[in-house]
């Protein structure tokens, strides 16, 4: 499974962006997908997850209420809306694919999209 993710940029505090993740392969509908982030100098912190189905979505603390996790199984396309954007948002945000949505890691990785969030 490869993972193409898009819409990265930069954007004024209190503005939106929506990431897109693109799976290839014809079994992307199997697997849990999510997206973490990376700022420089921090660690890789957990933002979203949501189940193969789409019924079940997580959220990390600090985006919730802010961000929806979505998915296309049809269109083999996992987005992340961010709404509210804070400069703290900042960050390499990442595509990842795995058999559970959340506590088991992920098995697959996309190449990252920067997201900078201006004061």
């Known amino acids: 499974v490869q993972l193409v993710e898009s819409g990265g940029g930069l954007v004024q505090s209190g503005g939106s962006l929506r990431l897109s993740c693109v799976a290839s392969g014809d079994i992307f509908s199997k697997f849990a997908m999510a997206w973490l982030r990376q700022a420089p100098g921090e660690e890789r912190d957990f933002v979203a997850s949501i189940s193969w189905a789409g019924g079940a979505t997580y959220y990390g603390d600090s985006v919730k209420g802010r961000f929806t996790i979505s998915r296309d199984n049809a269109k083999n396309t996992t987005y992340l809306q961010m709404t509210s954007l804070k400069p703290e948002d900042t960050a390499v945000y990442y595509c990842?694919?795995?058999?559970?949505?959340?506590?088991?890691?992920?098995?697959?990785w996309g190449q990252g999209t920067q997201v900078t969030v201006s004061s």
């Open positions: 990842a694919a795995g058999t559970y949505p959340v506590g088991y890691g992920y098995d697959y």
